[in-house]
């Protein structure tokens, strides 16, 4: 007599706990008189015992997670444990990753000791004692949990539009440990960021970041097109802002770089110039990830290519600059071990330019104090309000253009 669905349930929910605690040699004794009693085969009823009353997670589209759960009838509600972080404290840190333009977990945790302090003195923050003890006792990890849903909505892109140098790249030596001391401030990397829009034909705007090796330290400079002449009145407006002295320069083999201009520059600077190995792009490691994560972030990715654009751009660098380099902690990469095809990561704890700067030997007690000083007269939360202003400004300007390029198509008749 064959059993009905209701049964066989019922044989499987009397049996699933009995043949997850079992030994080998148990299930397959089990799993005989299951098979016996129900019809179902070996694999199938292997499957339905193993898998009752356990939670499954399934990955959806746009990041969507999905739980399944089987339901037992002589299962108890499971206890939830109570919450440690409430919704005003996840709100809190909330406030304090947008604020820091929405770093990770690890780096916005590393800054919240000296972020929070130096807020609340500034009553831009205000937390009572238990929300405060909270916040600063929240994890990392916590952190991304908290996040976790707001982070799926910022996704970005990246385009490139490097050129190759010319033979002249051959006359400028590829960076070597021995021509560099990567742990002194003063040895930069330098690329340029595209703002084509899409579109890489007519002339359009660029911006020159440099960034410093050792401290992270970075400056960016908005330029009217790949021009040489613009790009070195940047770099030398870039080196007079740098807390430390321009000792090299390293740059990919792009055609704006690899010139004698730069190269006759250098020289005459007693500059260290050298390039980095054609195609290998992790070369410029420290400057590519720049261009992302301070650049585009900034900047976006649309077309500008109008002298007002440009001057926009430039004055929000010269805010934003300060934002990233004295508030905004990013790690570096210490150690690197393969185990087979896994390689494992090791990296120190986030910290600003400005600490790294700070803590180096290499760097003069009154260039620290100097440091300390503006450290001391600047506010985040003014300067990320200030910034977001200078976004909104710019982002008029790119809206204006567009708008007079329209009405200029619709007069001459292109568009009906």
């Known amino acids: 007599m064959r059993l009905s669905m209701g049964s ?3 044989v499987i929910v009397g049996s699933a706990d009995e043949y997850r605690k079992a030994s080998k040699k148990e299930k397959g004794q089990i799993l005989d008189r299951i098979t016996v009693i129900t019809g179902y085969n070996r694999d199938y009823a292997s499957h339905l015992l193993s898998l009752f009353g356990k939670r499954i997670y399934l990955d959806g589209k746009r990041g969507a997670r999905f739980i399944l759960e089987a339901d037992r009838k002589d299962s108890k509600t499971r206890r939830k444990r109570k919450r440690t972080y409430d919704r005003e404290v996840a709100d809190a840190v909330a406030t304090l990753w947008k604020m820091m333009d929405y770093i990770c977990g690890k780096r916005l945790a590393a800054a919240i000791p000296w972020l929070v302090p130096k807020l609340e003195a500034t009553k ?14 929240v994890s990392a990890a916590t952190i991304d949990r908290m996040l976790a849903d707001r982070k799926r909505r910022l996704r970005l892109k990246e385009r490139s539009s490097t050129k190759p140098g010319t033979l002249l790249k051959h006359k400028i030596p590829i960076r070597t440990f021995a021509d560099w001391d990567e742990n ?15 579109c890489s034909s007519g002339e359009f705007a660029y911006t020159l970041d440099v960034t410093d090796v050792a401290s992270g330290w970075t400056e960016l400079r ?4 790949r021009a040489r002449i613009w790009t070195m009145e940047a770099l030398k407006a870039i080196r007079s802002r740098l807390p430390f002295p321009l000792s090299g320069i390293d740059s990919d083999n792009d055609s704006t770089f690899i010139n004698h201009h730069l190269q006759k520059y250098c020289e005459d600077e007693r500059i260290t110039f050298t390039r980095s190995r054609a195609g290998n792009k992790n070369d410029n490691c420290y400057v590519e990830q720049k261009n992302w994560s301070v650049a585009r972030r900034v ?6 290519d109008t002298e007002g654009e440009v001057k926009a751009l430039n004055e929000l660098y010269d805010v934003y600059r300060l934002y990233v380099n004295f508030f905004l902690p990013s790690a570096k990469l210490i150690s690197k071990t ?13 910290r600003t330019p400005y600490q790294r700067l700070l803590d ?51 007069d001459s008749g292109k568009v009906a």
Do not use: C, W
């Open 299 to 304: 900047a976006g990715y649309a077309r500008y």
């Open 124 to 137: 831009d923050l205000s937390l009572s004692d238990e929300q405060r003890h909270k916040v600063m006792s």
């Open 222 to 225: 908005a330029v009217r097109n």
């Open 184 to 198: 002194k401030p003063g040895f930069v990397e330098i690329d340029l960021v595209s703002h084509e829009g899409g």
């Open 360 to 410: 180096s030997e290499h760097v003069p007690e009154e260039v620290k104090s100097n440091l300390r000083m503006q450290f001391d007269s600047l506010n985040p939360a003014v300067l990320k309000k200030e910034i977001d202003r200078l976004k909104s400004r710019l982002n008029r300007a790119f809206r204006n253009k567009n708008r007079t390029l329209a009405g200029s198509e619709i």
């Open 338 to 350: 393969r185990t087979g095809a896994k390689v494992r990561k090791h990296y120190d704890t986030p």
């Open 8 to 10: 066989r349930r019922e």
